[in-house]
């Protein structure tokens, strides 16, 4: 089978599109078919080396690629229940010591990493969800504010952050949404209360002229730091998404780093969403597994709505 993998970091042009044994699943274990796998910024640092220098993995000699997977169950291993061949899942690869990624035509994943996926979606787009939509849930977990509190969200019109709005939403939360301009009409469709400009030269004064003393927690998907935290009421709540990215707590904000665990129980309830239009997934474009450098060459360049999808 057909794998794309890392065996020196560096730019797009490192990825490699290798042929490897199809693996077996162990106890616990299902292989999945790829029908979809989506492309992430994580994918992007994974290649790029940032996470090993980072101390994040430990040094190997292959590196896989990519963390979400639309597929279909090919063979189970003893101890499964739940999952048989031909079942449609979509699941999260959340483990970086392994070699073989969802950029792959078939993989293997511990079963409770899997969720059915989500009834009438297209795998493509199902393939969107795992990563950004676990995200988005974790952190609003950590965040744990009660129905009718106020949320800022930065980076709002991102996967994360789109996710993000519409989950607050579910959960009776109010959400000044920080974007650009052309994405304020659409984020009001998602759930948001309030559109905040990016790029304002004073963010917290922009939100704090729309709730007065500040919001009472802030999911940081941007990276803003500092710039974000000062939109947060005494006392309030910060989490970012990236490793360092929180900024120290002041002013007695409770701060800190989401760490996405996969979740198959979480992810069922978030397939579940999206199958009834709760959740918008949104795809920018797809592309054959053998171009995976020019997705990530185009997730570089920025300006995309949606995640690209490589179709094996």
């Not at 009001?188 to 400009?197: D, E, H, N, S, T």
Request: aromatic share 2%; proline share 7%; hydrophobic share 55%.
């Amino acid at each position: 089978m057909r794998a794309v993998v890392v065996r020196r970091f560096g730019g797009p042009e490192v990825l490699e599109l290798v042929e490897l044994p199809v693996p077996e699943p162990g106890p616990g274990q299902v292989r999945v078919r790829v029908a979809a796998a989506a492309v992430n910024p994580v994918d992007a640092v994974t290649r790029a080396g940032v996470l090993a220098e980072a101390g994040l993995m430990a040094p190997r000699g292959t590196v896989g690629v990519g963390w979400d997977v639309a597929g279909t169950v090919e063979a189970v291993g003893p101890g499964v229940s739940g999952f048989a061949a031909g079942d449609g899942v979509i699941g999260l690869r959340d483990r970086l010591d392994v070699p073989l990624g969802t950029y792959a035509d078939a993989l293997v994943l511990d079963a409770t990493a899997l969720a059915p996926a989500p009834a009438g979606v297209p795998a493509v787009a199902a393939a969107t969800l795992p990563l950004n939509g676990l995200t988005a849930l974790q952190a609003l977990d950590l965040l744990d504010l009660p129905p009718g509190a106020t949320l800022l969200v930065t980076g709002a019109a991102g996967a994360v952050g789109g996710f993000a709005v519409q989950l607050a939403a579910l959960r009776g939360l109010r959400v000044a949404a920080v974007a650009d301009e052309r994405d304020a009409e659409p984020l009001r469709g998602l759930g948001a209360r309030w559109w905040v400009p990016r790029g304002a030269a004073d963010l917290a004064a922009e939100v704090r002229t729309l709730v007065p003393g500040g919001v009472d927690g802030a999911l940081d998907t941007a990276l803003l730091g500092v710039t974000a935290l000062g939109a947060v009421r005494n006392r309030g709540s910060f989490v970012a998404v990236s490793a360092g990215a929180a900024p120290v707590g002041l002013r007695g904000i409770r701060v800190a780093n989401v760490w996405i665990a996969a979740d198959g129980a979480a992810l069922a309830g978030l397939s579940a969403l999206a199958a009834r239009g709760a959740l918008t997934l949104r795809v920018a474009d797809t592309l054959p597994l053998e171009r995976a450098a020019d997705a990530h060459r185009r997730l570089a360049a920025g300006g995309l709505r949606g995640r690209l999808v490589l179709v094996p």
